[in-house]
């Protein structure tokens, strides 16, 4: 069945670095786009991030736009997130999942927190 | 960017009740919207997709429609299992957004 686990969260300090990864498995990754959403706590969904089933094509939220860099090795069958100069702003559960056909997170994780604070 | 608005942010009903939320559209999307619902402490779970297919497994007491800016999510008969918070996330043009969400709770 299609499974993605993400890890790396954990406690970092403002202006520092963290990579998340989600390693995934029961389809066959390099034929899907897959995304990044997060959710600060007691609050909504935002998402964060799409790389392309190639890919060759990324597009980040605007909060994040120049600071995360999103990635995937089809070899590892595993997506990243690079997330650079970190804020509070940024602590949240981040999900990866799966895209489907048209465009919607079809598949979840199970969601990894990361939190920002000195 | 898209902004998404739900409303109402809090809905309480009973189970049997007909309930219908809304979401709003900044600008059209055509019909390029979906509905997630989710649990507390669990990852949201598709329901519907271009305003008004199904997910996979999903129950056909729910239902969407709309097109444009302006869609509804139908819950024909509530069920215990429906209580929990639900978005619409328009999926028409980068950056996708997700509306504030609602919360389902029971009366």
């Known amino acids: 069945q299609v499974q993605l686990v993400e890890s790396g969260g954990g406690v970092v300090q403002p202006g520092r670095s963290l990579r998340l990864s989600c390693a995934v498995s029961?389809?066959?990754?390099?034929?899907?786009?897959v995304h990044w959403v997060r959710q600060a706590p007691g609050k909504g969904l935002e998402w964060v991030a799409i790389?392309?089933?190639?890919?060759?094509?990324?597009y980040y939220a605007d909060s994040v736009n120049g600071r995360f860099i999103i990635s995937r090795d089809d070899s590892k069958n595993t997506l990243y997130l690079q997330m650079n100069s970190l804020a509070t702003e940024d602590t949240a559960v981040y999900y990866c999942?799966?895209?489907?056909?048209?465009?919607?997170?079809?598949?979840w994780g199970q969601g990894t927190l990361v939190t920002v604070s000195s | 960017d898209i902004q998404m608005t739900q409303s109402p942010s809090t809905l309480s009903a009973s189970v049997g009740d007909r309930v219908t939320i809304t979401c709003r559209a900044s600008?059209?999307?055509?019909?390029?919207l979906a509905w997630y619902q989710q649990k507390p402490g669990k990852a949201p779970n598709l329901l519907i997709y271009?305003?008004?297919i199904l997910g996979t497994g999903v129950p056909s007491r729910f239902s969407g429609s709309g097109s444009g800016t302006e869609f509804t999510l139908t819950i024909s008969s509530l069920q215990p299992d429906d209580f929990a918070t639900y978005y619409c996330?328009?999926?028409?043009?980068?950056?996708?957004?997700f509306g504030q969400g609602t919360n389902l709770e029971i009366k």
């Open positions: 996330q328009q999926y028409h043009i980068y950056p996708y957004t």
């Open positions: 271009k305003a008004s």
């Open positions: 790389i392309s089933s190639d890919g060759s094509k990324k």
């Open positions: 600008q059209s999307i055509s019909s390029w």
């Open positions: 999942a799966r895209g489907s056909g048209s465009g919607t997170q079809e598949y």
């Open positions: 029961g389809f066959t990754f390099s034929s899907y786009a």
